[in-house]
């Protein structure tokens, strides 16, 4: 596209939009990248003011035949909300952030927020009034709701409460002809929909490979390809639409709003915290502690806590060389769960390298999970020459089999002599891995290649998935197919289709044969 494409298309949508537009190069830069490794400059930027901006932006990119990409808060690690045509970024104003129509039944609550709605916000409103969103992810500093929604969020205690889709109500959204469509009220939805839908989930149900595949699969976390798990359960029309864009990130329609439901803010909490030799026993201790129903289970490798003493303060205790388990339970009788997880780890046959530690103070417990959620931002440039890149950094496996999954995968980065940093929600079989790559030498693209393949293969032979919880992108959709079979991967080609039959949204993140290497970030190499 030549600048002066670049004006026009600015010009008309300035002239259609009252929120701002963005075209110059210098000014665009902070929508080229987010958390991942990518950098793609779009043609314009679009910040629309309110919903009636979404509905013009729609249908002005329908017509030009221009793809839009919706963008959050830009903590996405696999380069979901970067696009080469327009992208939508929410502005920090009343309408995208606003949360309204809060109401209480029995032991839940339900709000309303905008899709530009920082999860920490939402989580402060909610705690204020004695509630919280159980789906709390690690980057709520700065990830807004609908990105949340978007890549079917869930965070560390998904282990005991699921993934964001279990407290989505209902959503507000644009199709892909510029249409407002509210699930909760079936005269919005376009009857094509209604039709494509039934027929849609009528196939499926119908085919009992797919729904053996489901139902296998639906017993881990997975955030990989589009929810068709929603088509076997038996809710509304509005309900299932709703529920498949949960982690479609933006591919089906542009979110405006949504309403949560949010649970009884439980104060009652304890942390067990375990010191490990060796990560594979660690997971063995995994599979033991989940059938105690715990809230959390923690893993963070030595490896991953060398860096971190190295950038912050640690709390008493935890200098020390081990791998680490962070177990916390909560609710009435968490100070018993205490002590089933102390007699389970001190009889069961596990290795550990120094006592127990518990936490049983709200400060002391704060002050663990802080710790952990900042292990994100300290870990990606440990030092000068290395940079632990988001390649595989959102693999899942089913739990029973984590400690299988790390001895294998172990071997992986010995084989291509890599060092990695793990950590993760170990409970639900969610592990970050964070290969650490030498940016000085030769070929990074080709042995972000090599790692991706050798790592998705362990993945896929212990049937697990390559996003659990941070969505689809770039960096995954080559593997979709391979990850799904050919079954599922062509009816989720179909909710492609009934939704955005013309690609108006965001292509080539959740379908795509291009290197993952394709649109790196020019600043990798030193």
């Not at 930027?45 to 035949?65: I, M």
């Not at 209480?104 to 004695?130: I, M």
């Not at 030799?277 to 959390?296: D, I, Q, S, T, Y």
């Not at 697990?464 to 050919?486: C, F, I, K, N």
């Amino acid at each position: 596209m030549t600048f002066d494409y670049r004006k026009s298309l600015a010009d008309k949508l300035g002239h259609l939009i009252r929120g701002g537009v963005v075209a110059d190069e210098v000014k665009l830069r902070p929508f080229t990248r987010d958390q991942s490794i990518y950098q793609i400059e779009p043609l314009v930027a679009a910040l629309p003011e309110n919903q009636a901006d979404v509905l013009k932006l729609v249908q002005f990119a329908a017509e030009e035949g221009v793809p839009i990409t919706a963008r959050g808060g830009g903590s996405g690690t696999a380069g979901s909300a970067l696009g080469t045509g327009i992208v939508m970024a929410l502005p920090e104003n009343g309408f995208w952030a606003q949360m309204d129509d809060f109401n209480v039944s029995g032991p839940e609550c339900k709000v309303r927020c905008g899709a530009g709605v920082l999860h920490n916000d939402l989580q402060t409103f909610l705690k204020q009034r004695g509630y919280y969103l159980p789906a709390d992810v690690s980057s709520a500093s700065i990830s807004r709701i609908g990105g949340n929604i978007a890549t079917k969020a869930s965070g560390p205690h998904a282990l005991k409460y699921g993934s964001i889709d279990r407290f989505l109500d209902q959503a507000v959204f644009v199709s892909d002809r510029g249409e407002l469509v509210d699930t909760a009220e079936a005269a919005t939805i376009p009857l094509r929909l209604v039709r494509q839908l039934a027929d849609l989930q009528s196939r499926l149900r119908n085919d009992a490979k797919a729904v053996n595949i489901l139902r296998q699969r639906q017993r881990f976390k997975i955030s990989s390809g589009y929810n068709l798990f929603a088509f076997l359960r038996d809710i509304s029309l509005g309900q299932l639409i709703a529920q498949l864009l949960v982690g479609s990130v933006g591919s089906l329609g542009l979110l405006v709003s949504a309403t949560l439901r949010g649970e009884i803010f439980e104060r009652q909490r304890a942390a067990v915290l375990g010191c490990f030799p060796g990560m594979v026993e660690a997971g063995r201790a995994v599979n033991a502690l989940r059938h105690l129903k715990v809230a959390a289970i923690e893993m963070i490798s030595r490896e991953t806590m060398q860096v971190l003493k190295q950038h912050v303060s640690l709390p008493n205790g935890l200098d020390m060389d081990a791998h680490l388990l962070l177990v916390e339970v909560s609710g009435p009788g968490c100070l018993e769960q205490v002590d089933r997880i102390k007699t389970l780890l001190q009889s069961g046959g596990f290795r550990m390298t120094a006592p127990l530690q518990v936490a049983r103070a709200e400060a002391g417990i704060d002050e663990l999970w802080s710790l952990r959620k900042r292990i994100l931002w300290v870990i990606r440039h440990p030092q000068p020459h290395l940079r632990a890149l988001s390649v595989v950094n959102d693999v899942g496996v089913p739990p029973q089999l984590l400690a299988e999954f790390i001895h294998d995968v172990q071997q992986v980065f010995a084989r291509l002599k890599i060092e990695v940093l793990i950590y993760g929600h170990a409970g639900s079989g969610n592990l970050h891995l964070r290969p650490l790559f030498d940016v000085t030498l030769p070929d990074l693209a080709g042995r972000i290649r090599k790692v991706a393949d050798a790592v998705y293969e362990v993945v896929f032979r212990y049937g697990g998935t390559v996003s659990a919880e941070h969505g689809m992108g770039r960096l995954r959709a080559p593997y979709l197919r391979r990850e799904w079979g050919d079954r599922l991967y062509e009816y989720m080609r179909e909710v492609k289709a009934i939704f955005d039959p013309r690609g108006v949204f965001n292509p080539d993140v959740v379908f795509s044969d291009r290197p993952i290497t394709e649109h790196m970030r020019d600043d990798l190499s030193i």
